[in-house]
């Protein structure tokens, strides 16, 4: 009894991870993005360096020197996007065995206890590349900011994204940066149009306005105004709920039934296990949910194939026109 405690709690700790994950990847993302813009740039200078007949070796070797370290800041967060994908891909094989009625407790036990150890090698392996890439971008930052033709391309805002101060290396724990605080901008309305677009790649969630206000009192030093809560909490990539659609399905109703009903951890799972694979329900749907009653609701329209009956909001489905072959 004991151990299935300990794998219920355990399970809910991998969960929040790969919740987590997602925030991460992000901020990797958000990393690889300006090196490898600076890259772009670099190489460019490299090729005019190359055809100018006023350049000296030594000055074109420095140059080549400071890609080098670029190319390697980009390895390395690709190294660190690589090894959360490998946690991902461990945590989902995990979730699909426990719906196995066979999987032993002693089993999930065991490999539970080896992804926390693959999470703790991810954790120790991150803090070193990230060191190591604050160090390198310094250089990289230093050089642009001193040489005249590549000064124009220095951003402060892009490059705080390599600040180590702005980095947490624990996946577990990994949370936004705090942006500064601003006035809130009390101007909105509730918004009760689920809008999923193919053509902006974006899953518009709805929100009322004592939504948005409760993020902003919650958490003053995260979001500066309205704008900041919608764009982050209710506008998202479309392929969060399309890559996994099973995982995405687990994800967003155990979401609804243990954050937003409070119920708990077995009852969110068991309900989570039991629409995982139901897949005309759209994932997407279900984030924009507010209650487990509202899922109900659901379902029952999409088994009737009423969805226009919906009541709780409106939904929209933008598809991308055909190809023509």
Same mark, same amino acid.
């Given at each position: %009894?004991?151990? %299935?405690?300990?794998?219920?709690?355990?399970?809910?700790?991998?969960?929040?991870?790969?919740?987590?994950?997602? #925030?991460?990847? /992000?901020?990797?993302?958000?990393?690889?993005?300006?090196?490898?813009?600076?890259?772009?740039?670099?190489?460019? +200078?490299?090729?005019?360096?190359?055809?100018?007949? %006023?350049?000296?070796?030594?000055?074109?070797?420095?140059?080549?020197?400071?890609?080098?370290?670029?190319?390697?800041?980009?390895?390395?967060?690709?190294?660190?996007?690589?090894? &959360?994908?490998?946690?991902? =891909?461990?945590? &989902?094989?995990?979730?699909? =065995?426990?719906?196995?009625?066979?999987?032993?407790?002693?089993?999930?036990?065991?490999?539970?206890?080896?992804?926390?150890?693959?999470? /703790?090698?991810? *954790?120790?392996?991150?803090?070193?590349?990230?060191? *190591?890439? +604050?160090?390198? $971008?310094?250089?990289?930052?230093?050089?642009?900011?001193?040489?005249?033709?590549?000064? %124009?391309?220095?951003?402060?805002?892009? @490059? !705080?994204?390599?600040?180590?101060?702005?980095?947490?290396?624990?996946?577990? @724990?990994?949370?936004? #940066? !705090?942006?500064?605080?601003?006035?809130?901008?009390? *101007?909105?309305? /509730?918004?009760?149009?689920?809008?999923?677009?193919?053509?902006?790649? =974006?899953?518009?969630?709805? $929100?009322?306005?004592?939504?948005?206000?409760? $993020?902003?009192?919650? +958490?003053?030093?995260?979001?500066?105004? #309205?704008?900041?809560?919608?764009?982050?909490?209710?506008?998202?990539?479309?392929?969060? +709920?399309?890559?996994?659609?099973?995982?995405?399905?687990?994800?967003?109703?155990?979401?609804?039934?243990?954050?937003?009903?409070?119920?708990?951890?077995?009852? !969110?799972?068991?309900? !989570?296990?039991?629409?995982?694979?139901? $897949?005309?329900?759209?994932?997407? &749907?279900?984030?924009?949910?507010?209650?487990?009653?509202?899922? /109900?609701? &659901?379902?029952?329209?999409?088994?009737?194939?009423?969805? *226009?009956?919906? =009541?709780?909001?409106?939904?929209?489905?933008?598809?991308?026109?055909?190809?023509?072959?």
């Amino acid at each position: %009894m004991n151990d %299935m405690y300990l794998n219920v709690s355990s399970f809910n700790d991998l969960f929040k991870i790969l919740k987590n994950k997602n #925030s991460y990847v /992000d901020n990797a993302d958000s990393r690889l993005e300006v090196a490898q813009k600076r890259q772009k740039q670099l190489t460019t +200078y490299i090729e005019q360096l190359k055809s100018s007949n %006023m350049t000296n070796k030594e000055s074109l070797m420095n140059t080549e020197d400071v890609l080098k370290i670029l190319n390697s800041i980009i390895d390395n967060l690709n190294i660190t996007k690589e090894g &959360l994908e490998v946690i991902e =891909k461990n945590i &989902l094989r995990l979730i699909a =065995k426990k719906e196995d009625l066979s999987y032993a407790d002693s089993d999930l036990s065991e490999d539970i206890n080896k992804i926390k150890k693959d999470i /703790d090698s991810f *954790d120790e392996l991150s803090t070193k590349l990230n060191q *190591d890439i +604050y160090d390198k $971008y310094s250089i990289v930052k230093n050089f642009f900011a001193n040489t005249p033709a590549l000064s %124009m391309y220095s951003d402060p805002s892009e @490059d !705080a994204a390599f600040e180590l101060s702005n980095q947490n290396n624990n996946i577990a @724990d990994f949370s936004a #940066s !705090a942006l500064n605080n601003s006035s809130i901008n009390l *101007d909105i309305e /509730d918004n009760l149009v689920l809008r999923i677009s193919e053509r902006d790649n =974006k899953v518009y969630l709805p $929100y009322t306005k004592a939504e948005v206000l409760k $993020y902003l009192e919650t +958490y003053p030093k995260v979001f500066k105004d #309205s704008s900041s809560v919608i764009n982050r909490e209710f506008i998202m990539d479309l392929t969060f +709920y399309t890559r996994h659609t099973f995982l995405a399905r687990f994800r967003e109703v155990f979401s609804l039934i243990r954050n937003r009903e409070m119920k708990s951890f077995a009852d !969110a799972l068991k309900r !989570a296990f039991d629409l995982m694979f139901k $897949y005309e329900l759209n994932p997407a &749907l279900v984030a924009g949910l507010k209650s487990e009653a509202q899922l /109900d609701s &659901l379902l029952e329209c999409l088994e009737k194939n009423t969805l *226009d009956e919906f =009541k709780p909001f409106k939904i929209i489905f933008e598809i991308n026109p055909a190809k023509r072959h």
